[in-house]
């Protein structure tokens, strides 16, 4: 990292070695924020978790939809920013066959989530994640991670980091064109 740094014209090497939280800054900015990606299609990854009424769902209850996963925590001030952007995409799309689905990955998730959920409105499904929710996901970076499946159950896009609304919506656009 330091020789790219100092190919673009930066030495940080002295400010790296006397703060190691700017070390940590700059690997988050360079490798994580807002990095999208298209996985191998043929990428499989389920879930089988309880909604906060204690429901089961999995990826299969979504056959044949377009499906959204979104990982969240009510700690990450990102993840609720996108919270409230997908709820206002699901109110838009559900009727074209677009499916949300929040799985939320806070230690206590009821006590946290559930108020959360009430306040903003949120209209999709939030499930209750955990370790082995995400243990399956390759390349699990942290919250926010976003999922995207075509109709076909493949996964066609997956943001590491906050996701670009308007990015977002021309895949979907895409996707219901297909």
């Given at each position: ?42 990428f ?7 909604d ?17 996963v ?25 009727d ?10 806070d ?41 995207l ?13 906050s ?16």
């Amino acid at each position: 990292m330091r020789i790219w740094l100092q190919t673009i014209g930066l030495d940080l090497s002295y400010k790296i070695k006397k703060s190691p939280l700017l070390l940590s800054f700059l690997v988050l900015f360079l490798f994580y924020c807002g990095k999208d990606s298209h996985h191998n299609p043929n990428f499989s990854f389920d879930f089988s978790l309880p909604d906060l009424e204690g429901k089961v769902h999995s990826r299969s209850d979504f056959k044949d939809q377009i499906l959204i996963v979104d990982f969240w925590a009510t700690w990450c001030p990102p993840c609720l920013e996108e919270a409230l952007k997908l709820n206002d995409l699901y109110e838009r799309y559900r009727d074209k066959g677009v499916q949300v689905v929040g799985i939320a990955l806070d230690k206590d998730s009821l006590e946290l989530v559930e108020p959360f959920v009430k306040k903003n409105k949120i209209t999709y499904p939030i499930l209750v994640g955990d370790q082995r929710s995400i243990a399956c996901l390759k390349d699990f970076k942290g919250v926010p991670t976003t999922i995207l499946f075509d109709q076909k159950g493949r996964i066609w896009k997956r943001f590491d980091g906050s996701f670009d609304l308007k990015h977002l919506e021309e895949t979907l656009q895409l996707l219901l064109e297909e």
